[in-house]
């Protein structure tokens, strides 16, 4: 093998189309540098035509999408909603940015998404929470037939957190628009970026109205600065919505690259005893947006050791989310597991799990680096015991 060193192979990186800079150089000539214009109704036009939504409304992150879509879910203090534990801390900030109290739902082995046996123990104890927050984690929907079914029979309604899952289908419609609201994040790290922003997508068009007013400051229709409400500055910028504009034309390009990823690691892993590929439930096709690794429960190894040999070797992993539920600013929140025993699907696959780099850059030559590393790593730890 031919190693070269001194190149990183990243996680994630963002990975322009060339498209790009047309739309940044057409906002530059018409000097529509603000935070509207029409990069940002063209993104979220495009964002709609792609995914199938109704509406849209183009946010400076993903977390403000959250928080305006719970806020408009009626979220305030006092309420419970419940949320996935198995997931990036930005899905349950909101929660607290609106003085609510988070419920963490465990994961179910078959997409580590929400367990439905899980939500519906939550439910037992807590009727009425205000919404429940599903996330497609990894780029994977959850199983929303089975999620909806007791969520609809306590009439809650579900904010969709398709903020890793943009471009990825549940039975064939795309996530996002399965829940009430939908997000999605153009954060640096996912599937496509805009360097920061994200997007609210809806059903009716009074939601996207009422997300747009509270995100451009609340103004009041009144010839003077007139507010009756608190507002937010949350629009994206239409330089932004420039970047995403050009990266929505190559989406597709991008998730071929990354099932390609993920399948290279499986069929490279298929003989790998220690190692097993994160499951792709049938029900859906995923955007692959990170390749998820878990080590058998009989080897003793950790996700660090691995992590830390491959960093030595310039390649770029991470640990799977370490659930809610265990986080210090979490601490003394309910939650409820999967397991009849109480014990929870989330811990063990974050004491297990790992994501390897799928990188959309990455050559096959980056990959082979990768899967001969991995497999060293664990012909060394063979060779130990
Ligand atoms: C599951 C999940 N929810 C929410 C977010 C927040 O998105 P943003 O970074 O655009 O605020 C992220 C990613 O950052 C995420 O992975």
Known sequence: MSEKIDKKILLASPHMSGNEMGYIQEAFDTNWIAPLGPNVTG??????????ANYADALSSGTAAIHMGLMYLGVGKGDIVFCPSLTFSASANPIIYLGATPVFIDSERESWNMSPVALAKAFEKYPNPKAVIVVNLYGQSADYDK????????HVPILEDAAESLGATYKGVK????GEIGIYSFNGNKIITTSGGGMLVAREKKIIEKVEFWATQAKEQAPYYQHKE???NYRMSNVVAGIGRGQLKILDERIAKK???FD???DAFQ???ELEMMPIAAY??????LSCVTIKPEYEVRPKALLDYLASKNIEGRQIWKPMHLQPVFKGGDFFSHNPEGTSVAEDIFARGLCLPSDTKMTDEDLERVVTRVSWFFGAEAARR
């Open 147 to 154: 999620l909806k079914a007791i969520v609809d029979e306590h």
């Open 175 to 178: 996530t996002g628009t399965i």
């Open 230 to 232: 608190i507002g937010y």
């Open 259 to 261: 099932k390609y990823i």
């Open 43 to 52: 993104f979220e036009k495009e964002v709609c035509a792609y995914t199938g």
């Open 271 to 273: 003989d790998l005893e």
């Open 264 to 266: 290279y690691y499986a």
């Open 284 to 289: 859906g096709e995923p955007n692959y947006w």
